[in-house]
């Protein structure tokens, strides 16, 4: 079993950057592809940006050029560092994580944390 943790959300301006962590544990386990997903209020929960193992990205349209999503192997965390934020961008984000084989089925998932852009 995985546990995932994020941090990093917070209150900010438009066009500010805001960086978001999310740290594995849990014992015997392996990182298959990790991902960022969001969920507005009132809207269905997307996935944002995901990375394979091997270091492979998709992004959705909307954050492409704006987000970049990164992860460390020895320290089980990926990143996603978003940019020139706009009001669209408020939601609560949800780190994810599947086992290695599995693409993008995730089967982890973080508890959320907030990121709210101000205009």
């Known amino acids: 079993q995985v546990q995932l943790v994020e941090s990093g959300g917070g209150l900010v301006q438009a066009e500010e950057s805001l960086t978001l962590s999310c740290a594995a544990s849990?014992?015997?386990?392996?990182?298959?592809?990790m991902g960022w997903y969001r969920q507005a209020p009132g809207k269905q929960r997307e996935l944002v940006a995901a990375?394979?193992?091997?270091?492979?990205?998709d992004y959705k349209d909307s954050v492409k050029g704006r987000f970049t999503i990164s992860r460390d192997n020895v320290k089980n965390t990926v990143y996603l560092q978003m940019n020139s934020l706009t009001p669209e961008d408020t939601a609560v984000y949800y780190c994810?994580?599947?086992?290695?084989?599995?693409?993008?089925?995730?089967?982890?998932w973080g508890q959320g944390t907030q990121v709210t852009v101000s205009s």
């Open positions: 994810a994580a599947t086992t290695p084989g599995s693409d993008y089925d995730f089967t982890s």
């Open positions: 990375i394979t193992s091997g270091g492979n990205t």
């Open positions: 849990g014992s015997g386990f392996s990182l298959g592809a």
